[in-house]
């Protein structure tokens, strides 16, 4: 059984120094399968749209309390995405300037290899979800730190 009510309000977000909050995202990814039902080495990548506008990101929300990084990376995924897999070594940390408040947040990332795509998840009314190629994505993601921790995991994919 999958939870499939997402977390809210800031009772237990995390925050740095200055006062801006410690986010953590995740990029969703998995290789395309081939018509034979093998896999191929295409990479894909699933990104979300935010909630207020119709632009592309991947999942992230803030880090609370009472999970570690790693588990609030999973529960972004979970929560925004609707999917389950396993979280991979952190691919960075990123400091960028909030739109809305002005100060600097603080934003982690890791790779998700994606085990399970769910039909029903919690933001599923509110977001749309979309695979798509590393070269589509890099081009749709509003956020230049997420752009960045794309190329680092698409390198270091490659590497192995």
Not at 43 to 50: D, W
Not at 81 to 109: C, D, N, P, Q, T
Request: hydrophobic share 40%; with cysteine; charged share 25%.
């Amino acid at each position: 059984m999958v939870c499939v009510v997402s977390r809210s309000g800031r009772e237990m977000q995390r925050y740095n120094s200055n006062g801006g909050r410690q986010v953590v995202g995740c990029i969703p990814y998995r290789y395309k399968q081939n018509i034979d039902g093998s896999m191929s080495d295409e990479l894909e990548v699933l990104l979300v749209t935010s909630q207020k506008t119709p632009t592309f990101m991947f999942p992230k929300g803030g880090w609370e309390l009472d999970e570690t990084l790693e588990e609030a990376a999973s529960r972004e995924s979970l929560e925004e995405a609707g999917v389950i897999g396993i979280v991979e070594h952190e691919l960075g940390e990123w400091s960028f300037i909030s739109k809305r408040y002005g100060i600097y947040y603080e934003g982690h990332m890791f790779p998700l290899l994606v085990k399970e795509q769910l039909d029903i998840w919690a933001e599923k009314n509110l977001r749309t979800r979309l695979w798509m190629n590393v070269v589509e994505a890099r081009d749709v993601c509003r956020h230049w730190w997420m752009k960045e921790a794309l190329d680092i995991l698409v390198h270091r994919l490659t590497q192995h």
